[in-house]
């Protein structure tokens, strides 16, 4: 049998445990033996809940465990979940994580511990939430040079941009909804500043082009200078607007960037509202390739969270690795890309890039 712990017990946690019960005897049947959950690392008591024997505080039990072998880090942030990851590998478990924020600030390192240690780290739904991206990037697509990968990356802000657009919401409105839907971070200046999509963006970066990026060096723009006004004049002029993560191969490193563009209504890119993300991928023999599916929620990060587990159970033996580059990704300057640009001049002017496919 094999034993897994869940650190957090959030809106992803949760869902990773729920969807994990649900699937319990096709996962066994995938791996060829029981996966069990032992251990929820909580702050606090859930009574009433379904697996609330299961909960502890204390991590170092299920650190000192040796029957735990998949660790699944669902904090968030980078302060105890980075001190407990790097624990769970040092003492030789798997990890998988949906931490964004942890895997673009930590994630080399995180991958070179687990590398010595012979386990594996995964974190599939750290992008695109229960869009597979990262495995078809690196494994279907290995065959590829890969020349750009870009998309809408973030849920919440697509979510308020359709709100707005569409059904003319405030900007309030719609992000207290988008809440309350369980899509946003913790504090949801991540999501609409754009943070969350440049930490995406520079993994899909690091992924795509095998070095690893300064996260804080890429230019990002979120969606709060945005009105209603720009959106009814870039619809007047056949235009939505959608928050792009953006990384193109240069000469000698890559440009990446997140900031509001103009995408035509007649790209694909348009029609992707709401919280589903889209992420494409340009290779050098297959094309482009479009994922899209939903970018945020509880059961869409939990299925990816889960598929993982199931991953890091199937290759307890011969580790799998989704490798992050070395340090020393070279980020090229935007004005390296020329593009066209809607400006609205007034006393709080608006700029937006035209995203021309
Ligand atoms: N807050 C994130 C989003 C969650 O809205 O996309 C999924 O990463």
Redesign the pocket.
């Known amino acids: 049998m094999i034993k897994y712990a869940i650190l957090g017990y959030g809106v992803v946690g949760s869902g990773v445990a729920e969807v994990m019960a649900e699937q319990r005897e096709k996962i066994a049947a995938l791996v060829g033996d029981e996966v069990e959950l032992k251990y929820i690392l909580v702050r606090h008591d859930y009574p009433g809940d379904p697996f609330a024997d299961k909960m502890v505080t204390d991590f170092a039990l299920i650190e000192q465990d040796p029957e735990i072998s998949v660790v699944a880090e669902v904090i968030g942030g980078a302060n105890a979940a980075y001190d407990y990851s790097k624990r769970a590998l040092l003492a030789g478990k798997s990890l998988v994580s949906?931490n964004?924020e942890l895997v673009a600030l930590h994630g080399a390192e995180l991958c070179t511990i687990a590398r010595e240690k012979g386990v594996n780290y995964l974190f599939e739904g750290?992008v695109g939430?229960g869009i597979p991206i990262l495995r078809p990037l690196t494994q279907c697509l290995a065959a590829n040079r890969i020349d750009e990968v870009f998309g809408i990356?973030?849920?919440?802000?697509n979510?308020i941009l359709t709100a707005m657009d569409t059904q003319g919401q405030s900007f309030a409105d719609a992000l207290k909804k988008?809440q309350e839907l369980g899509?946003?971070?913790a504090d949801p200046t991540?999501?609409v500043e754009g943070h969350?999509a440049c930490r995406?963006t520079a993994i899909l970066a690091d992924l795509a082009f095998g070095r690893n990026m300064d996260v804080n060096a890429i230019p990002t723009q979120g969606i709060t200078t945005l009105d209603a006004a720009d959106l009814e004049l870039a619809r007047a002029l056949g235009y939505t607007v959608k928050l792009l993560g953006r990384a193109i191969r240069t000469e000698d490193g890559c440009c990446a960037f997140v900031e509001p563009h103009l995408i035509p209504l007649s790209h694909l890119l348009a029609s992707v509202s709401g919280?589903m993300?889209a992420c494409v991928v340009r290779g050098s023999a297959v094309g482009e390739v479009m994922f899209y599916g939903p970018?945020?929620g509880k059961r869409p990060?939990a299925s990816a969270v889960a598929a993982d587990i199931v991953q890091a159970a199937q290759h307890i033996e011969h580790r799998r690795d989704t490798a992050l580059g070395a340090p020393g990704g070279v980020l090229a300057p935007e004005a390296a890309l020329v593009s066209r640009w809607y400006i609205r001049a007034e006393d709080d002017p608006t700029r937006l890039k035209e995203f021309t496919p």
Do not use: F, I, M, P
């Open positions: 949906s964004k750290s939430g990356l973030n849920g919440t802000t979510y988008a899509y946003a971070e991540a999501d969350d995406k919280v993300n970018g945020a990060t």
